[in-house]
């Protein structure tokens, strides 16, 4: 039974344009959801995150939404570069379960110059 | 600050053989987790320490997977006898502790099992 599943497992988008990654999840108890950001041979590297209490939070080009209704949130970055190829993976935890981390399948990105 | 290392990065072994993995968190940080990854999967929690206290192995194969974190710091896992299945990318993360979402992950350790 998966709880958080991102279900575009590729998207190509062109250097300067938006990227929007996707991922539901069916638990409502999640209550913190992270983006990570994987390049080939490496960890996953931390790249933002939301409480269930926002709906929004921006970093820079990066800004992920919440939409807890719809149990749904969404990675956008603006604009995209060509250094942000990676696979991109949806991760949630809620307090109740030890803070652990339950991962999405992955999104690879490819932005071409 | 130094990141999470791991060792070996790549390791190919024959189905029934054992392996152990080697895992130094950030230092500092009390939590450690294992991860398996699939390939084409997202990573799967394997067991989870606190300090040297296991917090959750609910996922563990515990007939052929054991880890160990004996004074709180590093740790190993270790697959005895090793099957097919089992080739995937172990990762190992931690964080500032257990009431930390975010958690930092290592390079991981690529096993294949022929």
């Known amino acids: 039974d998966q709880q958080v599943k991102q279900n575009s497992p590729s998207l190509s988008v062109q250097e300067g344009r938006i990227s929007i990654l996707n991922c539901d999840y069916t638990?409502?108890?999640?209550?913190?959801f992270l983006w990570y950001k994987k390049y080939p041979a490496e960890g996953p590297t931390f790249l933002i995150s939301?409480?269930?209490?926002?709906d929004k939070n921006e970093d820079g080009r990066f800004t992920v939404f919440l939409n807890k209704s719809a149990k749904h949130l969404s990675l956008h970055i603006v604009p995209s570069q060509p250094g942000d190829s990676a696979v991109y993976f949806c991760a949630a935890s809620d307090e109740d379960s030890s803070y652990k981390l339950i991962f999405g399948s992955g999104t690879r990105l490819l932005v071409r110059p | 600050e130094a990141g999470v290392a791991q060792s070996p990065r790549y390791k190919i072994i024959e189905k029934r053989q054992s392996v152990a993995f080697w895992c130094n968190p950030i230092?500092?940080?009390?939590?450690l987790y294992w991860y398996q990854q699939i390939l084409g999967q997202g990573p799967k929690l394997l067991i989870q320490f606190q300090n040297n206290g296991v917090v959750d192995d609910s996922q563990l194969p515990k007939d052929r997977f054991s880890a160990e974190r004996l004074k709180g710091v590093d740790s190993t896992l270790k697959i005895q006898p090793a099957k097919l299945e089992d080739s995937a990318v172990y990762l190992c993360?931690?964080?500032?502790?257990?009431?930390?979402?975010?958690?930092?992950f290592g390079p991981g350790t690529r096993l294949t099992v022929t």
């Open positions: 638990n409502s108890m999640f209550d913190y």
């Open positions: 939301i409480s269930s209490i926002k």
């Open positions: 230092s500092g940080h009390a939590t």
């Open positions: 993360a931690s964080s500032r502790d257990s009431t930390s979402y975010e958690q930092y």
